[in-house]
């Protein structure tokens, strides 16, 4: 199926993602309790109240064509492989433990996806007022309510790579794979915001060596794709979304290539 992304459709996504963000923001100003999911991972009153939202709002505000993956109503015991099939991904508070630590670096995520790609991609993170937009038109961003801009990734510097990785899952295996680059500079940050760092060409290369679940990057890969810069396997290939189970293998983002 060929879909009609439009820049009205994106700025919908958007306008959801903003308002889901509100929701998350009247959780993060209060005293609020922690629990653990089964995985052992944390969760909030936020992120099930900002996924509900974002779930209503595009069955009701977008379209109800497609199948709705969120990260909280997921059951993996049920999990099967979409196909080719449209489906919408929704991560609505990425980043928990640093919403929990509330350090600003978490994210409301929402992608579309066709054919096993992400074809538009919304990141907002309500904290920091930024927004996020990747998909056929281009990638953009906007900046404390200022007028949304063009974004696009970079091609490294002759020093070397800007290097961004997870702030709170770093691994002797991603130290290693840091140690074969070329490295001008290095820093951490939490949730989907080190796509955002490629795609706005601050920084060069995200390698992600650890579990990642597709909700976790599916709109990163959008913006970051559409800003010019790829996500890939460590073969090489391309990321593809629909999986039984919906787990990642290993990935790099990159800006432009030198």
Not at 103 to 132: C, M, S, W
């Amino acid at each position: 199926m060929t879909l009609n992304i439009t820049i009205s459709m994106m700025e919908q996504v958007g306008d959801l993602a903003k308002s889901a963000g509100e929701e998350i923001m009247k959780v993060y100003n209060t005293d609020f309790k922690v629990k653990t999911k089964a995985d052992g991972s944390p969760v909030t009153d936020a992120d099930k109240i900002a996924e509900n939202h974002i779930i209503s709002g595009i069955r009701e505000g977008i379209t109800a064509s497609f199948p709705i993956i969120g990260e909280e109503s997921f059951n993996i015991k049920e999990s099967t492989e979409i196909g080719n099939e449209p489906f919408w991904l929704v991560d609505a508070l990425d980043g928990t433990s640093s919403f929990i630590e509330k350090n600003k670096q978490f994210t409301v995520n929402i992608a579309l996806i066709d054919a096993r790609r992400p074809v538009l991609g919304v990141i907002h993170a309500p904290a920091l007022g930024e927004t996020y937009w990747g998909g056929p038109s281009g990638a953009f961003a906007e900046f404390l309510g200022k007028p949304a801009k063009i974004i696009n990734c970079r091609k490294p510097d002759d020093e070397g790579l800007a290097v961004i990785a997870s702030r709170n899952h770093r691994s002797p295996e991603l130290e290693d794979f840091i140690k074969t680059l070329k490295v001008a500079s290095s820093t951490s940050v939490g949730s989907s915001l080190k796509f955002c760092l490629v795609a706005t060409g601050n920084s060069d290369i995200y390698p992600r060596l650890g579990r990642t679940m597709e909700w976790d990057i599916a709109a990163g890969h959008a913006i970051v794709k559409a800003a010019g810069g790829s996500v890939k396997k460590m073969d090489g290939c391309d990321m593809t979304y629909g999986k039984t189970g919906l787990e990642n293998p290993n990935f790099i983002v990159r800006g432009l290539e030198s």
